[in-house]
């Protein structure tokens, strides 16, 4: 089983959909993690994190479930401009351990 | 505050040729240094990952080779590219405990 597993999609959805991603990982022992964002031929960028409480930014929602050991991002009123791919990400707890990056879920928002 | 450089930003090579790309990072101690490698189209591949000085661990075996001489710089080299060496290489840095990591810009490696 891999470490981090998403869906790799493609997502194709139109102008103003909700679409959500879902996440999971083997090592319970995980302490934190975060959502990805990459556009075509850059570098992955932080768009957020994942707290046990959940947390929203604008669109964005993030919600993360220990006892079923998974993540999940919904974006409402889906933008083109959201067009990416989108990289669920997992650290560890301490010890100096690599975080560990799920090979992304692609979305193609369409007008 | 933290940055990371990582160069070049494109390279083309023939098959055959010796490899280094270099990676630092800036205003911080001791980080996990990473290198990963993207197909095109595909995800992250996670190459090499380090968490000090001379410390390198391997993901996967590969023509590639990774170096840590100084705690802020990390070098991926290989002594012979193949055609199958090419993809999108990047370097990223994360602070040990519970923090998110940092990407450089990437190198797009052409190997011909």
């Known amino acids: 089983r891999k470490e981090v597993e998403q869906d790799p999609g493609p997502f194709n959805v139109p102008e103003g959909a909700t679409v959500a991603f879902n996440c999971t990982y083997s090592?319970?022992?995980?302490?934190?993690f975060f959502w990805y964002r990459q556009d075509c031929r850059k570098e992955p960028k932080l768009l957020m994190s994942v707290y046990s409480s959940g947390n929203e930014d604008g669109r964005f929602t993030a919600q993360l479930n220990r006892a079923s050991q998974y993540i999940s991002l919904l974006i409402r009123d889906s933008k083109l401009s959201d067009s990416a791919t989108y990289l669920c990400v997992v650290t560890p707890g301490t010890g100096g351990f690599k975080t560990i990056f799920g090979a992304g879920t692609r979305l193609f928002v369409k007008a | 505050s933290q940055t990371i450089h990582q160069w070049p930003a494109t390279l083309v090579q023939p098959v055959g040729s010796p490899l280094s790309l270099e990676c630092t990072v800036e205003g911080t101690s001791n980080p996990n240094l990473y290198w990963y490698r993207q197909a095109a189209g595909r995800g992250l591949q996670l190459l090499f990952y380090?968490?000090?000085?001379?410390?390198i661990s391997s993901e996967v075996p590969q023509n590639l080779s990774a170096s840590r001489p100084q705690d802020r710089q990390f070098i991926l080299s290989s002594k012979k590219l193949l055609l199958s060496d090419s993809g999108f290489y990047l370097c990223?840095?994360?602070?040990?405990?519970?923090?998110?990591?940092?990407f450089g810009q990437g190198t797009r490696l052409t190997v011909v």
């Open positions: 380090s968490v000090g000085i001379g410390q």
């Open positions: 090592n319970s022992a995980s302490q934190s």
């Open positions: 990223a840095w994360s602070v040990p405990v519970n923090t998110e990591a940092f």
